[in-house]
């Protein structure tokens, strides 16, 4: 049966402590290419122990992707699983890595937008993801997707990701199709993405939104994977996992999901955030984010996870509570 290269996001959680040489808001260099040099340097030289990329990241998101591989070799299906990282580039899953805190996520305090001083903050994600490819390799294996598609043209391509990355690996994404052997050999899927922001791959954007939550179910953030493995488990036996056949799959799951919920919340400004976020730790000092962001949505309130997040840490820190 024809094999299934998987490409999932990496996660911002990790298992293993991050030493601050390994986080990009300590990176000094001033512009883009020294500052990928440098990260590059410190990523081979500091001294903190490896482990494998499949068990250093966490979280729903990585341990749905997880779950793809295993549930295909019951139906005789090898998939395998690489993972685009904003630290290491493109990745197996079995590949040795150091804890590391890169991400394109742009609100994260470890977010390499936050670096793109002096370049157009649209280009820098895609510069920063094509110097790692140039500057990384899959120990021996493919440096870049492009090159994936260019060593393997015939297999089936499938990307699970957030926006941010999609964005970012977009020129390599291009080059990718141009290598396979047909166009429909490559599907994205993400929740976040349209034609708007990522106009040079609208064709291959698969449609998916958060209705699917209703049968998936799990956090928004692992909305993309629990999708994939779905559509994955609804593959008939000798299926080719093309761009076609995966669109008629998910448009066929579409026609029988219930209208999307929608929440009249008000938006939160940033000072009111931290205000309703500094009142609950006063009542419970170690309430968890997730479950102080349920509350804040519970009440009524709104508030992006991400933006959440970043809120939360400075409150931390500012408490004396964080790192």
């Not at 197996?92 to 937008?113: E, N």
């Not at 990718?176 to 922001?197: F, N, P, Q, T």
């Not at 040079?200 to 999708?227: H, K, M, P």
Request: charged share 30%; aromatic share 6%.
């Amino acid at each position: 049966m024809q094999p299934v290269n998987l490409i999932v996001s990496c996660t911002n959680r990790k298992r293993a402590v991050v030493p601050r040489a390994l986080r990009a808001r300590t990176l000094r260099a001033k512009s883009l290419p020294k500052r990928l040099d440098e990260w590059a340097r410190r990523r081979a030289t500091h001294d903190v122990e490896v482990c494998p990329a499949a068990d250093l990241y966490a979280g729903d998101h990585w341990q749905v992707a997880q779950t793809i591989p295993r549930e295909a070799v019951e139906s005789g299906r090898e998939v395998r699983l690489w993972v685009c990282s904003a630290g290491y580039g493109l990745i197996r899953a079995s590949d040795p890595v150091k804890p590391y805190s890169v991400t394109f996520a742009a609100r994260h305090p470890d977010s390499i937008m936050r670096l793109a001083t002096g370049e157009a903050n649209r280009s820098a994600a895609s510069m920063w993801w094509s110097g790692l490819c140039e500057r990384s390799g899959s120990n021996g294996g493919p440096r870049s997707i492009a090159d994936l598609a260019t060593r393997e043209p015939d297999v089936p391509i499938i990307v699970v990701a957030s926006e941010p990355y999609v964005r970012a690996m977009a020129p390599d994404l291009v080059e990718a199709i141009a290598a396979l052997e047909s166009e429909d050999l490559l599907s994205v899927l993400s929740g976040g993405a349209d034609a708007k922001r990522s106009p040079q791959l609208a064709a291959y954007l698969l449609s998916a939104d958060a209705r699917f939550e209703a049968v998936v179910g799990g956090i928004r953030a692992a909305l993309n994977a629990r999708i994939a493995r779905l559509v994955f488990q609804h593959l008939n036996d000798g299926d080719t996992p093309t761009r076609p056949h995966l669109e008629a799959t998910l448009r066929q799951l579409c026609s029988e999901l219930p209208p999307l919920r929608r929440f009249d919340r008000r938006r939160l400004s940033d000072n009111e955030v931290r205000e309703f976020i500094e009142e609950e730790r006063r009542a419970d000092p170690v309430i968890s984010k997730t479950r102080l962001l349920r509350k804040l949505r519970a009440g009524g309130s709104a508030c992006e996870q991400d933006r959440f997040s970043e809120i939360f840490s400075q409150a931390l820190k500012e408490a004396g509570d964080g790192t």
